[in-house]
């Protein structure tokens, strides 16, 4: 069993920072894809990063592209969402997700099993 703890959600005024970690825990994670996910009130959930951690390939939504940066840290299994320059838009639940991947379903959110409970990001204008 595969478990994904998010943290450090909160409320940022426009233009700042917010860093987001995801501790997992439960098995070795070599050939598994790490990403994070955000859903607005009202809408799907949305692809925003991935981090494949045995190739250290990164993925990006065109929306947060040159804004967020995904990275890892591997003695503590824990993944980082450093969100810098926030829009009013990124406001959303932000969840990480976690499994064994192909390349092409990696920014589909149905193909993960594992999943956080999520953290809150508000970013007022």
């Known amino acids: 069993q595969v478990h994904v703890v998010e943290s450090g959600g909160g409320l940022v005024q426009a233009g700042g920072s917010l860093r987001l970690s995801c501790a997992a825990s439960?098995?070795?994670?070599?050939?598994?894809?790490m990403a994070w996910f955000r859903q607005a009130p009202g809408e799907e959930r949305e692809f925003v990063a991935a981090?494949?951690?045995?190739?250290?390939?990164?993925y990006y939504a065109d929306s947060v592209k040159g804004r967020f940066t995904i990275s890892r840290d591997s003695a503590s299994l824990t993944v980082y969402l450093q969100m810098n320059n926030l829009k009013p838009e990124d406001t959303a639940v932000y969840y990480c997700?976690?499994?064994?991947?192909?390349?092409?379903?990696?920014?589909?959110?149905?193909?993960?099993?594992?999943w956080g409970q999520g953290t809150q990001v508000t970013v007022s204008s």
């Open positions: 981090f494949r951690w045995n190739v250290n390939n990164t």
């Open positions: 997700a976690a499994d064994v991947l192909a390349p092409e379903s990696i920014r589909r959110a149905w193909e993960y099993d594992y």
């Open positions: 439960g098995r070795t994670f070599s050939g598994y894809t």
